[in-house]
Every structure is written in structure tokens, then in C-alpha cells.
DNA sequence: CATCGTATAGTTTTT
DNA sequence: CTATACGATG
């Protein structure tokens, strides 16, 4: 353990008999403590890294783990050590058992977007619904799916006729996904689950794969994680979880942070170790992060503590319009950069929703600030990425009803609904795929011949590429072909509102195809280039998709996609009502997950903490005003410095700054 | 069948 | 205000 670690710590590592929680405050060192341990179990306790899995949340989290745990034990004994979200661990387990669970490998995964559609046509069959039904339907099957609860369950469970509807969608939506030989998110957790309930064979060769199991930000996991943990352990009791009840934000999409008390239950060996120590900000920033949190109830006492010396006030600044505030965070950051010689990336802007960044992206890019916005909408689902997999999702898979559909007439081949009405018909009437179908005689007596025609030569075109995929030596440049082909680069262009648009799409399918490249590359198992397009499909490689972290920039980024994270200097804007406890929270009565959320980005900063918010915020095009959130109060007001909220204050720290900087947008945004 | 236009709805948070 | 969806027109 070449790393100081200090006693608890140490502990936490050394702790191998029972199964052991390990709550740990923001900044108190838990990944260290992790990627330590699994050094430890491999170099002192023989256990190979192969039979150790460790599971994070985000992609992001996996990857550090994993470099970092390679430092550690320097070379390849990290070898074959799974470090990976859920929802990976549950696809690769899903991926190996394929046949068991009635997929067909090379089996797609549907985004939020896919599955709404698809609901949305199962349930016009049924009945006429509304859109806003859809998605609550929606919500509904994701929680059954989470509290794994089955079609038939949910059937027997219902009371109301409502739900009773929405259990027989839910059952009808399972069948389907099958049928397109396509799982969900929660699928991803809920079938290894279910898969492991029903042959205790197969899960007993998991078992015997996992040897030790550690998981990260345990307040986060679900029913189903739950589960799929408890079974994975097994009676071995091989577990270290890591968790904080203070930062689980995400009770909205199923999460559990009362499965940490649960664990005393279910494992009555259970050993906890505190970390309290943090080691990542001033003594300033933790007491105004402790004081606020002290509002919320608690399963753990804990309170944070650190050496780090008190540091500065934080300071709160209102600013009189949400683009004043945005103007104001670029140019604290430009002064603040000058002042105190630090790089860009030391500033983080966090913030309650995406679009908030809009605004602020407008007002870096004016300043000439570099900036990395983590999040937003996720590479997979841009529609340029959507459509060339579908591509290469048919050329794996020529059966991929809805790969096919998406892409017919993408880019546009005179092939309209009406032809593809007839032919879903008699694809459906005599039991072939869409793309089958088009080759079938029996078409042309459904359809006339020139519609026709433009389907036989859409197969015939892709049966070109297929064929040329299966000779060439070199696959990714058929691909680039084949988009070259059909001219996809055009159809961009003419379909994106602005041709610097279409130029970052076409960068993304580049992006895509080079990702591609690199997957065939690199060495894996099964070189072929379906295998390379089938790992691909299955979103292998969504680690790539953070890109280089090497780069100087100032990142933007939600509160949520900020846990786990640190930064020197950290502004924290929008803390307004309606905001920042959110409108929808405060209605539903959820402050709590709210202050758990203003805590998570409080502590994420290491020296400075800069909290924003405006008087007025453009919505929609109308200007509301706002009020200060509620929040506020309750941090130490002795730790904080007010600025642009009395008049007598507003105007000293105006002369202050306008002697300082003689930026005119600064003045502007305080004169009011 | 495609293109263009108008209307309309939407802002939590994500694997 | 903007992105998307749907409907009217060619």
C-alpha cells in the first residue's frame, strides 16, 4: 500500500471477512480506498484480478478506477479485472447468456426514444391513447422493471382499471422488445436477474467467477441492483459497498439509499467503517456543506471534517438577468485565471438543468474561454449516430426489422409509409423480416412495380456493401464508402438548420466510424467485423466517448453528472426557487433530494466556491422574476459574502470591480 | 411522395 | 425561443 491512507482507511482496505459498508463522506478518499483494495486483493490476498469486479455508476467512474488501480499494481496482474457500470456488468452477463434468454446475439438495445415509439404503436392498437399516457406508462414499466416485478405480478397487483391497462401494455411491450430481439435499459439489471432466479446453475458459475465484489455509490442502486448483487455475493459474503446517503440524487429513476440500512438486515455479519476525514476542501466549504445537509434526516450521523485550513468566504452574487449571471461567472473566471495563474480547467459551472448551459456556452464562446460541456444529449442518441447504426445494425443483422425501418428512406429513397405499410403487411402475414420480404415474389402482386423497384434496390445496394464488408480487408473503408454512396454527407447538410451543424454531425459520424476503426483494432477476442459493429451496437465503447481529458477547458456540467467529481474553483449557479430546489420537487414535496443535490456541488470544491443567481430568468421567451433560494438560509451566514443583493452593498463592490477590471459588460451586469 | 409551412409543446436530473 | 410534429400543397 504504497499510498498514505489513514487508519479507517486502511481498515476499510484490510477488511476482507464479512461483508463490509463503507460510509463515506464527499471527499473522504472512498476511491481510494477501492482501487487500494482491489491492489490488495490482488497482491496480498491472492485473488486473481479476473475473479474481481468492481461496479461504478458512470463510465467515467469505471475507467478512473481502472487506470488508477493499474498505477497501483504496475502491469498486467490488473489483468482481466472487471471494473464497469451495472448496466455493463448486467449486458456483458446478458451478452454471455444470450441463447438461455431467448436473444439472438447481435441483439440491439433501445434508448428512451426507441421504446417510446414503440409504445406508442402497441398502444394505438389497443386504444387511442394520449402522449402524455405514453410516457407515464413509460415511467410505470421502468419502475415494475426496477422492483423487478413481472408483467404477470403487476397484472395481479393492480386495482385500479388504469393499471390493470398499463400491466397488460407492459406485458405486450416484453413481447415485442423480443420479437425485435431488443432489450431496455432496465433489462440490462433485470434479465441477469431473472435469468439467475430461474437456473441457479448459471448463477452459480457467476458466483464462482466473482471472487470479490465491490460496488461504488451503493445509495444509488435500485431494487433489481439490489438483487442482482445479494445473488452475485452469494453465501460467500465477498462484498465491500461503498455509499453516502447524503449524495443519492437519484430516487427519481428507482434508486434505494435505504438499501444501505437494508444491508444490516440481510447481512447480519455486516461490518461499517466510517470515513469522515475529507481531504478535498477548505474547512469553510465543509461546514456551509454540513450545516445545510443537517436539515435533511439522516440513517448515519456523520460529519465532515478537514485539515485543508478555513479558506475563503463563499461568496453569492446576484445578478440582475440570467444572462447577466452567465456574463458575470466568464468574466470571474477570466479575471480570477489572471489573478491567481490557474488553467481553465480548474473551473467547474454546475448547474440544476442542461439548459441552462445554453446561455452560458453563448457567453464563453464571446470571451473566448474554452470549455468542455460534460453531458447533455448523449452521443447515442444524436440522430446522425442513431441512423449510421442502424446501418451498420442491418449489415450485422439484415432481419433488424427496426434498423431497417429507420434508415429505408434515410437518406430519402422515394420509399413512403404507404409502401412501407404494405410491406410490414406481408411481412407480418407470412413470417419474414422487412428486408426479406422486398425479394419475396409475393410482393409484387401487393405493390406496384415502380414502388417496388426502389425497395429491390435498396437490398441489392446494401447486399453489395454486405458482400464487399465480407471480402475486404479492410471493412471501416467500405463503411466510409457506403455513407460516401448514399451520399449521407449531402442529405446532412440539406436536413441541419445551419451548415456548422451539419458539420459537427458529420464530425460525430466520423467520430463513429473511427471508433469503429479502433474497436477492430484493438485486439479483442473476435476480430471480425461484425463482432467489431456488434460490441459497437452494444454501446461497448461508450467509454470512448469521453473524450480527451488533456485539454485546458473549463467544464460545464450538470449537478448530477458532477458527483464523483472535484474541482479547485467552483461556481454553482441558478440557486433560485424553482430551481434549484426544483419546481416539480417542491410540488411533490421532495425537498430533500434537492438539498442532497446543492450538497453534492457544494462539496465538489476544493478551494473557492462561487454560488449565482438572477433576479430575472428568461423562460420560454417570457422574463419571470425570481426569488433567492431557500436553500441560502440555511448555510452559515458567517461563512458567506452577499454580493448584488442591498443596495449599499451592490454599489461598493460596483466601484471595487470597475476599478479593478475595466470591463464594461461587468459594470453593466451590477449597476442595476 | 416530398417539401415546406405552421402550430405547438416543452425544461429536471441519466445508465 | 427553439425543436419537433403534423398537415397542406405541389
Known sequence: MAQRLNNRQREAVKYIDTPLLVLAGAGSGKTSVITTKIAYLIQECG?????????????KAAREMKERVGLLVRGRVSRGLTVSTFHHLGLTIIRKECSLLGYKPGFSIFDDKDIRSLLKELMMRELNAEDDTVERIQSAISAWKNDLVTPKQAMSQALQPEEMMAARVYENYNRMLKAYNAVDFDDLITLPVLLFRNQPDVLERWQNRIHYLLVDEYQDTNGAQYELVKMLVGQRGKLTVVGDDDQSIYAWRGARPENLSLLQQDYPALKVIKLEQNYRSTSRILKAANTLIANNPHMFEKALWSELGEGEKIRVIRCRSDEAECERIATEILTHRLRKETRYRDYAVLYRGNFQSRLLELKMQHHQIPYHINGGVSFFSRVEVKDVMAYLRLLVNPDDDNAFLRIVNVPRREIGPTTLEKLGNYANKHKVSLYQACDERGMEEVLASQYLERLRQFVAWMNRVSRRLQNSDDPVSVIREMLGDCEYENWLLQNSSSPVIAEKRMANIWFLVDSLQKTLES??????????????????????????????????????ASKGLEYPHVFLMGMEEDLLPHRTSIEEDNIEEERRLTYVGITRARKTLTITMASRRKQFGETLDTSPSRFLEELPQKDLVYKGFEQGEARQEERKMAGRVGLESLYKSLSD
Do not use: P, W, Y
Not at 485473488?47 to 463510465?59: D, L, P, S, W
Not at 485486439?523 to 467509454?543: N, Q, Y
Open 47 to 59: 485473488i486473481k484480478a479476473r475473479n474481481i469486479v468492481a461496479v461504478t455508476f458512470t463510465n
Open 523 to 560: 485486439g479483442e477476442e473476435d476480430s471480425s467485423i461484425e463482432a467489431a459493429i456488434g460490441r459497437l451496437v452494444l454501446r461497448d465503447m461508450l467509454e470512448r466517448q469521453e473524450e480527451e481529458d488533456d485539454t485546458d477547458r473549463v467544464q460545464l456540467l450538470t449537478l448530477h
